[in-house]
Nanobody
């Protein structure tokens, strides 16, 4: 079981940037995938970025070129650098780890982009 805690959300103007952090603790297996999702009311949770333990990274088309996922193993933290934000990026952002056929989630952090 992995505990995940997101931080770094907030209010930003369109065109601005935010850097989300996700601290994780617990047992992390050598094979895992760490992801960032977001969700708006009435919509399904959207996968934004995924980083495998092998180093493969994939992005949703909606954020490709604007968002960057990275990880600092020593600090047990995963990041999501978000640039060129627009109001459509307003959502609750969640950190996720998938390993051994199990998903663990953080509590989410609100990102609001004003026009």
């Amino acid at each position: 079981h992995v505990q995940l805690v997101e931080s770094g959300g907030g209010l930003v103007q369109a065109g601005g940037s935010l850097n989300l952090s996700c601290g994780y603790s617990g047992i992390i297996l050598s094979m895992n995938t760490m992801c960032w999702y977001r969700q708006t009311p009435g919509k399904q949770r959207e996968l934004l970025a995924a980083m495998s333990s092998g180093g493969n990274i994939n992005y949703a088309d909606s954020v490709k070129g604007r968002f960057t996922i990275s990880k600092n193993n020593a600090k047990h933290t995963v990041y999501l650098q978000m640039n060129s934000l627009n109001p459509e990026d307003t959502a609750v952002y969640y950190c996720n780890v998938y390993m051994n056929n199990r998903n663990d989630w953080g509590q989410g952090t609100q990102v609001t982009v004003s026009s």
